[in-house]
């Protein structure tokens, strides 16, 4: 598996070999180097871009059990004052336990919200506090106070600590993963992308959602846009069809969701 370590490691190698190449035995031209550059840069985009890829930080994005048609749900940039009860009430009228990546700031004003999810058997994990659009250039030290901030808030309301921790447009960084270290949490991402807050045709994400379900699978939408709630009635009968059930992530992946 390559990460950023020994891509790293892998490139510096390469560059001292060639600099010796250059300065000691014949002078090398300028695209030698460049395009070993740019093949680093273009790894190290990947890598960070792809929740899967292991390359920064090691994320769960699905359960490694295919012998049991076993699924999870979980909804990202919640408490949202009008589509989380919806969600809510959806869950409840099935018996259906997910998880809820939530957003610190959006919980202030709404701690009504976090309580009911909790006292209703969902899943409380940590999303961030600010899901800033530059979430990803922050600092490890700014990373961890908006991890720990968005733990003490969940901790002071529930009486729980957040195990869990689902990094904001499901990129990682070396501070996101130094972060995550220090304060010993488990990164989640998944394998089914509904794009609900990206199209409005539900149709669309009904069959992307459906099409993709496999056994193990977890499953991402966001408790932010009304739009889920049909989407959320396609996946259930989609499961009831072919077989499926629906169980908490703590049962799919076997881990602990609370410190």
Known sequence: MLTHKTNTALFGMLMLLLLCLHYFIIPLPEFIFIVPALVYFAI??????QINSNYHVDVFCQSKDSSTKHIALSFDDGPNETVTPMV???????EISVTFFCIGKNIEGKEALLQRMH???????NHSYSHSYFFDFFGSSKIKNELSRTNDMVEKLLGVKP????????????SIAEAVEQLKLTCI????????????????????????IRPGSMLLFHDTYEQVIPVLDATLNHCVTNGFKIVSLEKLLKIKPYV
């Open 44 to 49: 190290v985009a990947w890598g960070s871009s």
């Open 163 to 174: 195990a869990l921790f689902r990094p904001p447009y499901g990129v990682t960084t070396p």
């Open 119 to 125: 006292a209703e058997g969902h899943l409380i994990a």
């Open 189 to 212: 991402g998944w394998n089914v992308r509904s794009m609900d807050g990206v199209s409005k045709n539900q149709d669309k994400i009904k069959e992307r959602v459906c099409s993709q």
């Open 88 to 94: 809510l009430d959806w869950l409840k009228k099935h």
